[in-house]
């Protein structure tokens, strides 16, 4: 990704990809490349702290905010079932997130996921772990936003 993208044009980017699949697999399988792509994160990173709540694997997400931007970390670990998937919405999300300002974060609506039918197909599991995911991304955004306007 370009740095100086927009979380818009990300977004639209993102938006485009799904609107392209004419298989219901083709997501599952962009997902998983995703995944793969994915290059996950140092092993001194994955503290406890930073485990996601809710994720039938173990999903870490690491925030490192340099007073403009947030750059998070992330990576997943085994658990009850294959992490790819869940590797791939992390990765995922971090295409549109990873290296924003928090405001821009805040700025995208929370339901953009489900617009682009990202949640159907999602087991029960997934779509929670995946909603702690972004409710952290968030929660994340809100602290730094704060920090930065003082």
Known sequence: MIMSESIVDRQEKIRAK??????????????????????????????????????????YLVPKFDGAKIHFEMDVEGGTTNPLISRGLGALALQIFNDMAPADILSVDPTFFQQIGLNVGLSPTRSNGFASLLKQIYLYARVFDAISKK
């Open 18 to 59: 799904f609107a392209s699949f004419t298989d219901p697999d083709d997501k599952w399988k962009f997902l998983l490349d995703l995944a793969r792509e994915h290059k996950g994160m140092d092993a001194s990173l994955k503290a406890e702290k930073f485990i996601i709540q809710g994720c039938a694997s173990t999903m």
